[in-house]
């Protein structure tokens, strides 16, 4: 059995942690802490998991953590870049849940998290935690950085596209990517803020971050990533756009392209398919049909369709994933999952829960 | 493994059936009947469960079904009833998820059903399957009623208190029950009704069946079956209230009832806990605490809770839990478990979705 | 024109009476304070208002305050008792929808408020808010106590029997009464509480204020009032169990009764309907219809159901209101109307927003 | 007075109408039809207008109908165009709120609504009722083809643009226009469809006409008649994507557009604010605000914010509406005050109701 730390247990991340946890047949979450709740059962915190663990919220205690064979920050931003140095170097590896670990540009962390980076030698060796991108890495790494939601759905709806930019050896899609995304509200996480409210985001819908968003350079260093040397998209190329959705969760990024010549003579059905043809969670919907979030509900999938129409450039990718499991916290466990080199789907094999 | 045919696998129970089937270690669903569907993956009409089964429904064919060791009938009220005599005589258990089986009285059915019953001898055979009642008989039972989703949250609420009435030889509460009962849209079924529209129950709040609702009998005869030789309660001493809420799932039930002098000594919380102490998927809640139905969504639990006012003689017990599990799904299979001798939460060992 | 001052129009009866004010064709708002906004337009806070009205919130100022004909608190509790004495000794009206006016009992107010009354002398003159059972006195009133949302749906729900009780001069329901009541979130005000968040009350149902709740006691006074000379309901007598319903605007009351032989033998049908029938904005639905809290949406209508049952004692009264409208701030605008002899409807003819 | 008929007042966009022309001081609606509902009151079906409405359903009757001075259809498609002859050859002006005149090629009228039109001379004299566009027409009109909602948002959402580029005679944008369109569930009508209920809608997120949709040859009809002469798109330039949000009421409009080394050297803010300086109904918000939908619901507004950013060529519009007003009801009787000479804001000033 794996010995699982979590640090911070009190947020969605974190309750989903311990769901999916609490039934993996190869993890025990040994040890819970939360500063504000240290002594409490998170069962009492959360009831809907009385009768499934007996954990209670403990203070962090560095040298305790240590003795797990992983640990999860499911925290701020800011809070695992301090710990990872310790129990790294007494053989406890790391998946951050937060922003610590997923830009490599130490530039752009500080610009868009307005913190101070407390380990950059950690951080060029931290992989970022996308399996069906980085798994060799993701194997052998000490310290994920856990992709943020919307980068997931944006990079893996992208990625058969740039992939075989690369194998042709010339461009597919323009360089105008228009990624409107469209999130659930426990996105935002818990927090008592007053925009948060039911009866502000029910019955209604908004965006937000139009004006910049700390996922879209994200983005565009993963697209970067799968780019390699060839043609940079410039940041600009990339528009990003966030919108909150009256659901709890569920995420559904819209992806519109415009192809280049060489980009509409392709099959696109049909290269999404094979892209992805080994993949357990990523599903790519039978052409004309088209995926709703509800149909990955509580699950680690992420499924896409592609939609390309006659005489004209343009191309619709949709993808859809549950923001908490694929897009956070079923994702981290995948990444433990590759990490300890057990079947990626352990623990994971989750329906959704429809209707 | 348990051979596992369904019947109606289109409606919100039948895919239920499926996503808790198709994890269940010790059961397999070997066949899926739809007559409307026949031919037509169950992939393709729930793209939740896409990677998850490869199902196709068929045409009901009783000497196929009859290869099956059970049957789940997820039907409108009246299909079980004719094929129980033919799967039953071929050594094939039933377990009806409609109405066919619950009620005893042949008059109560027909008149509240508006059908003839096509198999009085096999009712009076057939067990009501609510475990924590009844595990004894559904272990033996050849043909299983399902209980409705509402006379599952009214008889675990009540039998506490009934079953201290037994054993007290008195009575504990006054004759007049109050069962208002409020439940998530799924248990209208899935049905292309105006009133089930999105826009005429989202942002709104209704009840229904106010004048007389099938569940009535139902409950008045399970708090019968507990009262046993006792002083029966009279139909209109009970009086059930449904109402419509706009969440998909979840059934939360407030029982209101007026304690004897005798009832007032009692320890209404330890008595409770004492009860149900040993039922895995009955959950009393701490004093103090009181459920909310999120915190069984998607699982198989029911969570009680009972409060007491000083200088009152009123009582309150609050029971939630997933319509479509406990109340429906679930309970099938936790009647089949039973029946097959597993351990009663093989393959029901689900944790709420929360958030 | 009156001249009306609104004190706290940063929450949702604030922002509601906003709304009616706005375009009421004898009223108008010349201030609106709020200490933590001051300076601040209010359509800047609340953009439905944009286009609709120019104030700005500034602070509170007794002296301007009294200018007005007539002010409105949509403050916490505790706030309008300190300036009812300089308000009226000034001329100037009072309507406060908290509740530092409802309970004429200081002992239930200090004891459910924890708070010392600051002028218990004004407080006895002041006149609970509730038009269909105090006309008379609101005309006459310089002070009003805004009835709470829950007591005016159980109060309104229950007078006709009540009334029918004293003319009658006999018993016509036992005095056990259950008042179940649901409302929207809106209820709980525009606080940011983590229990109120779209990812905590969506999608579920909960019950709270279980073992005793401040609308109790001013329910109870309710009927007392109503009751008059005649035999009185102890406290314990009125069993009254909120709850809170996935949706922002709406409360549903379900009134369970048990009816004497005497009620029995009324036509409660007729009953209400006659009782009713002058009342504009009372409306008893026609026999066998049963009201839905989206059929009041945005409008001061309250509709109410009456069900009784053959061969039953039983009867249930079903009651529904916008709780931001009827159940805050359209009645008080309902009273200002009465306090200055307006027609009751004026600026409040309000068609609910269906769908 | 003028007198209203409404043909099909059973769906939404006719009890909307019924909820507005009811308020409206100078029409009042003195017949309403419907087929399947004749003899029944419309306060029987819709309890909302109880107390608001005495009208009953009656049999289409085209010469009674004719006594009216203006109809408005409420109708499938295909309804007004067999009625529009008869009515304004007896003076009785016509505004249909399907699509029978709001496309002026039969062809594409024909290809996508599966429909021969049944009076194409009156088609070419009928004026495309948005009348921030068209007033002067509309005033003069006979026929008014009411618009489709989306194209409401997108044509207004882009018209400053647009104007621009024919006042300054160059591009200001590129010709590849992104509209990324999400609706709440009334724009699909109240139609019993099993895709439209509660339990498929709620808490998730879809999109559908992915592959093409009705109101992209409307949208691009009404972009090609305000670039009039100037360079026409070519239908693939424009690319629209709806989606399903699960809300009632509520239209968000994401126009994502690349502009040119002309169009960056604008000033959108001010370009926008100037645009639409004199119009009652549209309202810019400041810059660094966003609108919301919950910010219209129930009100005839529609609201824009425009976002450029530093270094980029992108800008992104956000138009919001609620989709049975401005995008429907509200607008088809904005259209009724321009004809009929009336102030254009006559009956129409809804204040949004928040929460």
Redesign the interface.
């Given at each position: 059995m794996i010995k699982v730390g979590i640090v911070g247990g009190t947020g969605?991340t974190g309750?989903e942690l311990i769901?999916l946890l609490?039934?993996h047949p190869q993890a025990q979450v040994t040890m819970l802490t939360s500063r504000s709740e240290a002594g409490r059962r998170v069962d009492d915190m959360?009831?809907?998991?009385?009768?499934?663990t007996d954990l209670t919220f403990s203070d962090l205690d560095e040298k305790k953590l240590a003795a797990c064979d992983v640990v999860f920050f499911a925290t701020p931003h800011g809070v695992a870049m301090k710990h990872a140095r310790f129990l790294t170097e007494n053989g406890t590896k790391v998946i951050d849940l937060a922003a610590d670990f997923r830009l490599q540009s130490l530039q752009d962390f500080e610009a868009w998290y307005k913190l101070e980076h407390a380990c950059p030698d950690i951080l060029k060796d931290a992989v970022y935690g996308l399996p069906e991108v980085n798994r060799d890495a993701i194997a052998k790494a000490k310290v994920i950085g856990n992709p943020g939601c919307y980068p997931t759905t944006a990079i893996l709806g992208l990625k058969p596209l740039i992939d075989a930019q690369n194998s042709q050896q010339q461009a597919l899609i323009e360089p105008?990517i228009?990624i409107?995304a469209?999130s659930?509200?426990?996105g935002a996480g818990?927090?008592?803020?007053?925009n948060?409210?039911?009866?502000?985001?029910?019955?209604?819908?908004?965006?937000?971050g139009?004006?910049?968003h700390r996922h879209a350079p994200e983005i565009t260093q993963g697209i970067d990533q799968i780019l390699g040397q060839s043609k940079r998209f410039q940041p600009?190329d990339i528009?990003f756009?966030p919108?909150l959705?009256?659901?709890?969760?569920?995420m559904?990024t819209?992806i519109?392209v415009?192809l280049t010549a060489a980009g509409q003579a392709l099959d696109l059905q049909s290269l999404y398919e094979t892209s992805y043809q080994n993949e357990?969670f990523v599903?790519v919907?039978p052409k004309?049909?088209?995926?709703?979030?509800?149909?990955?509900?509580?699950?680690n999938?992420l499924?896409i369709?592609v939609?390309t129409?006659e005489?004209?450039?343009?191309a619709?990718i949709?993808v859809?994933q549950d923001n908490?499991v694929k897009g956070a916290a079923g994702q981290a466990v995948q990444n433990m999952n590759v990490m300890f080199g057990l079947a990626e789907q352990t623990g994971l094999?989750l329906?959704?829960?429809?209707?």
């Open positions: 969605y309750v769901r609490s039934r959360f009831p809907s998991l009385r009768g499934v105008w228009i409107d469209k659930g509200v426990s818990r927090q008592a803020k007053m948060l409210l039911f009866s502000e985001t029910s019955d209604s819908f908004s965006a937000y139009v004006a910049g600009h528009r756009v919108h959705v009256p659901m709890i969760r569920g559904f819209t519109h415009r357990y599903d919907m004309g049909m088209y995926p709703d979030t509800r149909s990955v509900r509580g699950s999938y499924r369709a939609q129409l005489n004209s450039p343009m619709t949709l859809v908490l094999a329906v959704a829960v429809v209707p």
